[in-house]
């Protein structure tokens, strides 16, 4: 009976290996393809010598992931999910240092140290990334360039404290990966309750702090309910890696020992969450606009209503914050009004000294600029429409700052990106004389 036993527990556990292995590279193969798309969107968008800093660290973390796959792989398939733990005293004694089993030991624990230093150094890359995209996304807002140089600070910081805990909760450091004698709680990798909850407790407060960046900016403009919604959601991703950060620390604390490669399986859960909702906003207006256009192609209709106006009479579908010109109908012309009130946010000071609003194109192409974004694109740019009916236009000189998010298919075709825009003063002189308009 133990020997049949035994045979079946053996081909349980190698049934839970393979379907393991396979989920692990599945997962990774989308991870490549979700990041794929968006190095074809953002070169396609704005070309290679445009790819910013968080291009460049999520090439890193692509390869740090794949690192901790290869580490996840290892702790399931060569050292059989084995490692320092799980084990009395007894059997620590006389367990033979000679034995494979000791071997599968000593080397499992050395690579779930491994595991455990990629995993957090993956997590805290996407979120360097979040950081230069955020601050791209707020440039030129006073009061949200504090929350960008306070994420400068923040994210580092607790890297390094997470850092700190993997190499000193244990000491000498070599005690990671001992049997006998008992090393005791903080120097078993696979189930460390300090560091398994310090990581989770970090990675859950600098997800908060990520989000508290967008999600206010988003909820008090003026866009419409259906775009305000999706972008609340699109920006809210951090709460599902959130949820995945627990679940791996509840799976851990209470199956490690009894399954010590639950922590292989979880961090290779929570990293392609993680890689899949930090490139959403790359992607997804890509894939926005290939099924738009399939759509089209097959209804043969249109997108727009024709008039180049949004519900708000607005010229060029353009949603107004509330501390910005807003429009107000009057027949078929549509003529400005300023608002007193001030955004909360504090949008109007930014360093430009003018107010901001979010805006997208009539033609889907900022003025002023080479390169245009999808609908869901998000961008700090100035924007200048200039209107007149003879006599020599001039326009103030203000600088532009490029679209940051790049999904979508080109230069070519109708692009719709949201956009933030810097309000200027446009000169025109006629012939009955100059005449100063403020747009």
């Not at 490669?261 to 930090?278: D, I, P």
């Not at 890509?286 to 209709?301: A, D, T």
């Not at 999808?374 to 490029?402: F, L, W, Y």
Request: glycine residues 10%.
């Amino acid at each position: 009976m133990t020997a049949t036993a035994d045979a079946g527990a053996a081909s349980t556990a190698q049934t839970e290996s393979t379907r393991f292995l396979k989920e692990c590279w599945s997962l990774q193969a989308v991870a490549y393809i979700v990041v794929g798309l968006r190095y074809f969107s953002r070169i396609r968008q704005l070309g290679w010598g445009k790819l910013a800093v968080d291009d460049g660290l999520m090439f890193l973390a692509l390869l740090v992931n794949t690192a901790g796959a290869v580490m996840a792989h290892l702790v399931v398939a060569w050292w059989h999910g084995l490692a320092n733990n799980a084990m009395t005293d007894e059997q620590r004694r006389l367990l033979d240092p000679d034995s494979e089993e000791y071997r599968l030991r000593v080397n499992g624990s050395k690579t779930h140290v491994a595991g455990l230093l990629l995993y957090t150094t993956m997590l805290w890359l996407l979120k360097g990334c979040w950081t230069v995209y955020y601050g791209r996304l707020t440039a030129g807002v006073y009061h949200m360039r504090r929350w960008i140089i306070g994420s400068y600070v923040v994210m580092p910081a607790t890297y390094v404290a997470c850092l700190c805990v993997a190499f000193f909760k244990c000491m000498p450091f070599d005690r990671q990966w001992q049997i006998y004698p008992n090393p005791g709680n903080n120097c078993e990798p696979a189930v460390s309750i300090l560091q398994t909850v310090f990581i989770m407790v970090m990675n859950t407060i600098t997800d908060f702090y990520l989000l508290a960046i967008p999600l206010p900016m988003v909820w008090k403009s003026n866009l419409p309910w259906r775009k305000k919604l999706f972008l609340l959601i699109m920006f809210s991703g951090g709460f599902i890696e959130m949820a995945f950060g627990i679940l791996r620390c509840v799976s851990i604390l209470t199956l490690g020992d009894s399954d010590p490669a639950q922590s292989g399986y979880w961090s290779v859960r929570e990293s392609f969450v993680s890689f899949v909702l930090t490139n959403m906003p790359m992607v997804y207006p890509l894939v926005k606009r290939f099924l738009e256009q399939s759509i089209i192609s097959l209804s043969g209709g249109r997108t727009d209503s024709g008039d180049g106006k949004n519900k708000s009479g607005v010229p060029g579908n353009g949603y107004p914050l509330s501390s910005n010109p807003g429009y107000i109908n009057n027949g078929n012309a549509a003529k400005r009004r300023t608002l007193m009130g001030r955004h909360p946010l504090s949008v109007p000071d930014s360093i430009w000294g003018s107010e901001e609003h979010i805006v997208r194109s009539e033609d889907g192409k900022a003025l002023g600029s080479e390169t245009s974004n999808n609908d869901g694109d998000i961008a700090m740019q100035t924007h200048v429409r200039v209107s007149g009916n003879g006599g020599t236009t001039s326009v103030e000189k203000t600088p532009i700052t490029e679209p940051q998010n790049s999904g979508g298919s080109g230069r070519m075709g109708r692009q719709q990106g949201i956009i933030v825009t810097h309000e200027i003063t446009v000169t025109e002189d006629r012939m009955e004389g100059p005449s100063t308009m403020r747009w």
